[in-house]
């Protein structure tokens, strides 16, 4: 039984101008083919075909040139997939940001430029520790200096 509801009720010339839209090929690509042989042959290795074997076997199973409207379906959630999890991976960047950048205006606050030259030896002591703090604790995905 199809699914029914989103892509599903939407015709073929439907997807096709958003798959254009988002800059999906409406032209089965060799990953495509490849995704499709290994559905519809499960347990045989594909990834080595090219040219004329990818052509007997796109043949031989019956493998349009253009996507039909499962396919264009699956490159539409794949690509959607894609897009959610860079935008998450683009959220968690920021937020460590966010974060380093709290504590280095933390660390910051605590400076007071010394009054004097005797005190200078403590002055530095504080920049010290704080860059010894910052760097101790990492963000994922940010790299210390």
């Known amino acids: 039984m199809q699914p029914s509801g989103g892509l599903h009720d939407l015709t073929v010339?439907?997807?096709q101008e958003m798959a254009k839209s988002k800059g999906i090929s409406l032209n089965m690509t060799k990953q495509d083919v490849i995704e499709l042989l290994?559905?519809?042959?499960?347990g045989v290795d594909h990834g080595g075909l090219s040219?004329?074997?990818?052509i007997a076997a796109?043949?031989?199973?019956?493998?349009?040139?253009?996507?039909?409207k499962q396919e264009l379906i699956h490159a539409l959630e794949k690509a959607a997939g894609q897009?959610?999890?860079e935008k998450a991976?683009?959220?968690?960047?920021?937020a460590a940001?966010?974060?380093?950048k709290a504590l280095i205006e933390e660390q910051v606050g605590k400076f007071v430029l010394p009054a004097g030259p005797e005190q200078f030896a403590a002055?530095?002591?504080?920049?010290?520790?704080?860059?010894a703090t910052a760097q101790s604790r990492p963000e994922p995905g940010l790299r210390t200096v």
């Open 58 to 68: 796109k043949q031989k199973l019956g493998v349009g040139v253009l996507k039909n």
């Open 13 to 15: 010339k439907e997807l």
């Open 51 to 54: 040219g004329d074997s990818l």
């Open 123 to 131: 002055f530095m002591a504080a920049v010290y520790n704080a860059e």
């Open 89 to 94: 991976k683009q959220e968690a960047a920021s």
């Open 97 to 100: 940001l966010q974060k380093t």
């Open 38 to 42: 290994d559905q519809i042959e499960p």
């Open 83 to 85: 897009e959610l999890a």
